[in-house]
């Protein structure tokens, strides 16, 4: 009788296949700022994990930093492995982290360790924003970021043919698609990473923000243009067009005739006449000493003059 194989402390190997992989990154950039999630269909024999489709988590709990498989999502998922997949079963699930990178949270290590607690079973964490991505799964009963992952693609071998109509093209332009893998001394710290460059796209970008740029620069010249051409319609109409100034004066009430408001005296002959020749009417004669201070002074100057004491 052989004695059990006791767990094995190394990872476990995992092959995904690449439509698979495509589905996860489509579903998963199908919402920006939301999480989604869903399931892995596939195998699992002696330390080795294939994954060969997925399932969507249809009407799951979804928010900008978590996702719940409600009871209509296993409904859901386990209607569509029976009908589909009835000789696979669930080797793990997938969810996105829309902008905050590839780990696992205190939520999703929950979900894991009650939902998929199978040694065979692993979690699938992709970044639209970043297009990063990594699996975790359990190695002697901890759950572990996978050091390895490979990617299969079933229609290998298949025998290439010349086409014989034109290939088609897009009105956006040649796309050019880069597969960048960060590289660091750990294994574990190696995330994979997927981006998509569309050169028309950038070149339209470009010139959409020279056209942005040309059009600020356009306000910003007008508005100095005409501050400037009101300031100089203003100058010209100052130094122009002639000015009212108002000089506040005194007039004496009786006799209408002005007074220096600084000394007090006598500067000028009455203003209307009519006036000045009412003043001499109440005086009975024309000049009289009485109705005209100055020449009351006058001859009071005059007296002091002729009788010095």
């Known amino acids: 009788m052989k004695a059990k194989a006791k767990p094995s402390n190394a990872q476990p190997t995992l092959l995904v296949d690449s439509e698979v992989v495509r589905q996860i990154r489509q579903h998963a950039r199908s919402s920006q700022k939301a999480e989604v999630c869903g399931v892995l269909i596939g195998q699992d024999r002696d330390h080795r994990i294939e994954v060969a489709a997925c399932i969507e988590g249809e009407n799951a709990e979804e ?3 978590h996702v719940t498989f409600t009871q209509d999502t296993w409904e859901h998922i386990y209607a569509v492995k029976d009908q589909k997949y009835p000789q696979e079963r669930i080797v793990g699930w997938y969810h996105s982290h829309p902008g905050f990178g590839v780990f696992l949270s205190d939520h999703d290590t929950f979900i894991h360790k009650n939902f998929f607690s199978s040694p065979g079973q692993v979690a699938w964490v992709f970044d639209p924003h970043s297009d990063e991505e990594g699996c975790f799964g359990w190695v002697s009963g901890r759950i572990e970021r996978l ?3 490979g990617f299969v693609d079933r229609r290998g071998g298949e025998e290439a043919h010349e086409a014989s109509a034109d290939e088609p093209t897009s009105n956006n332009g040649e796309q050019v698609r880069a597969v960048s893998i960060a590289k660091s001394e750990k294994l ?8 998509r460059v569309d050169a028309s796209a950038d070149r339209n970008r470009d010139e ?3 056209a942005g740029d040309s059009s600020l620069e356009n306000l910003v010249f007008k508005v100095f243009f005409y501050l400037a051409a009101l300031a100089l319609g ?3 109409c100052w130094y122009a067009f002639p000015r009212v100034e108002i000089v506040p004066v005194l007039l004496d009430p009786r006799t209408g005739q002005l007074i220096d408001p600084q000394t007090g005296q ?12 009412a003043a001499h009417g109440k005086s009975g004669k024309p000049g009289s000493s009485s109705n005209n201070p100055a020449s009351s002074n006058q001859s009071g ?3 002091n003059d002729a009788n010095p004491n």
Not at 188 to 195: A, Y
Not at 266 to 277: L, M, R, S, T, Y
């Open 301 to 303: 100057k005059k007296g």
């Open 208 to 210: 959409d923000a020279r």
């Open 266 to 277: 006598v500067i000028a002959e009455p203003v209307n006449p009519d006036n000045a020749a």
């Open 63 to 65: 928010a900008g930093a």
């Open 188 to 195: 574990e710290d190696v995330p994979i990473k997927i981006r």
């Open 147 to 149: 050091k390895q992952i």
């Open 234 to 236: 203003f100058a010209l």
